[in-house]
């Protein structure tokens, strides 16, 4: 028998052949129509609208207003990039002006698109209580992934078929339950290609159609909720498997796909919305900094967000050049600039105007088994989140659902879930993809929570300024897994510690 190795030793000379066998998207007849949209913070007043379509645009333009039937605003933008092995552009504009935490109608101009709406975002410091879910390491689902087999107020999404017992299935039917979602790293899993024996003597189209097939599978969602996104390692993999190089796509290369598609639809860091002059500062040196989709912050309501990069631009990064993953991704900025970027950041949070701290990137350092810990992003970032008294921070790149009594150093904080200075970790990889679940395996002594039957994500709800509830959230039933509660004074503007 030929081994797998051999095998895809030999796919440069078979590549192209009849046997490839590819799940493309059908093209529309009017190559303008928008796929795949998203839409993300951009600003205190203001949305970014991203799509892709299968042809490029000298313009692109979204309509907006506060109803369906009076679209009176219009935002334009020329950007429409795309790379050398993509079938589509990526398209952006951004919707200012907006009045917060209010329903906007929207539509992308084309000869064949609909009228979609969203909740516009929070001011920074509006005390309103709101949840926000947590989905990591989703790929696409179907015959190159995987399938599983009261009343609203808003109109549950209309999504395939084979998604209503997934993850994007869950997000759909819980529409009214969150406002935004966060999703730090690792999306459709299109760099897997390799593993559906159908693929096999077609790298470069099996990546892109996945890409194309999850990203419309996301879209409903996306298209519908604020949808912040941040790498993981599966937005670099080319070799990882030193076999398939030859074949490597370029989208698969060095982030590109991912960059094209969020670029420039992810939010530079806000300006301070507090009276300090010192934070002020901060918070412009910050912007200064700030990398996005690598990271970048955005304020919503009662949180202060973080999205880091656990991938690349840090000392020893694992997917950066010479890093232990030999992906040689990177890097994206100066040296330095992310941590310097993190130290600012935190540094301008008053807790006056954003009460929670949320830090949220892809590789934890925390985590059940013996093996899963990324300890150059331990030694990067840990010491800054103890500092300036992040409440929690938030990983995945482990396939399953976790969550950790707030530690420090290895050691649990003394008072627990009861005003501790140590941040609280959970771990939310357990969305669903290709490469399946990650056993539990063995459990540190502050683990609380592990879980890895089924496919599962995670919600932050944000009580009040004191009370911050964890819940994880089985994607097939809706069954709460775990719900916990974080309780911190935030009697102090500026945490140093």
């Known amino acids: 028998m030929v081994g797998v190795a051999t095998l895809i030793k030999s796919l440069p000379l078979v590549a192209g052949s009849a046997f490839a066998s590819v799940t493309y998207p059908s093209l529309p007849k009017d190559l303008t129509t928008p796929h795949q949209q998203r839409l993300a913070v951009y600003g205190p007043n203001a949305v970014s609208v991203g799509w892709n379509t299968y042809e490029q645009l000298n313009q692109t333009c979204v309509q907006y207003g506060l109803s369906a039937d009076n679209l009176n605003t219009k935002a334009c933008s020329s950007s429409s990039t795309t790379y050398a092995t993509s079938r589509t552009w990526s398209n952006v504009a951004i919707l200012t002006g907006l009045t917060p935490a209010t329903t906007y109608y929207y539509k992308i101009e084309s000869t064949n698109s609909t009228v ?40 549950i999404p209309v999504i395939e078929p084979e998604l209503n017992h997934t993850t994007i299935g869950s997000l759909a039917n819980t529409v009214d339950n969150y406002e935004l979602v966060i999703h730090p790293g690792d999306f459709a899993y299109a760099d897997d290609w390799y593993l559906k024996f159908a693929n096999l003597f077609d790298g470069k189209e099996a990546y892109e159609s996945i890409l194309e097939q999850f990203y419309d599978q996301l879209a409903p969602i996306a298209g519908r909720k604020l949808y912040m996104a941040s790498p993981g390692n599966h937005e670099a993999d080319c070799s990882e498997i030193p076999y398939i190089n030859g074949l490597c796509p370029e989208g698969q290369k060095n982030f590109t796909d991912f960059m094209h598609r969020f670029d420039n639809t992810m939010p530079q860091s806000f300006t301070s919305s507090s009276s300090d002059t010192t934070a002020q500062a901060q918070a412009k040196k910050a912007r200064s900094l700030s990398n996005p989709p690598f990271w970048y912050s955005f304020e919503y309501g009662m949180a202060h967000v973080v999205m880091i990069n656990t991938e690349t631009d840090f000392p020893n990064a694992p997917d950066g050049q010479g890093g232990s993953a030999n992906l040689n991704g990177g890097p994206f900025g100066k040296e330095h600039q992310q941590i310097e970027f993190l130290t600012a950041d935190l540094a301008s949070v008053d807790r006056s105007v954003t009460p929670w701290v949320i830090v949220a990137g ?136």
């Open 116 to 155: 979609g709406h969203f909740l516009s975002p929070r001011s920074p410091g509006d005390k309103t209580p709101f949840s926000m879910d947590v989905v990591i390491d989703l790929g696409v689902y179907g015959k190159d992934g995987f399938t599983t087999s009261s009343k609203k107020k808003d109109t």
């Open 362 to 497: 892809h590789r934890p350092w925390y985590s059940t088994g013996s093996s899963s810990g990324c300890d150059s992003c331990q030694e990067a970032f840990e010491g800054l989140l103890y500092k300036y008294g992040v409440d929690l921070g938030v990983f995945g790149h482990v396939h399953n659902s976790q969550r950790f009594l707030p530690v420090v150093n290895g050691t649990a904080d003394a008072n627990g879930m009861n005003d501790p200075k140590a941040p609280m970790y959970i771990v939310a990889g357990g969305a669903g993809n290709i490469e399946g679940l990650s056993s539990v395996g063995t459990k540190p002594n502050y683990t609380a929570f592990a879980y890895a039957d089924d496919y599962s994500y995670g919600a932050i709800k944000f009580v009040d300024e004191q009370h911050l509830e964890v819940e994880f959230i089985k994607s097939s039933t809706g069954e709460v897994l775990d719900t916990s509660t974080l309780y911190k004074k935030h009697a102090t503007r500026f945490v140093r510690q």
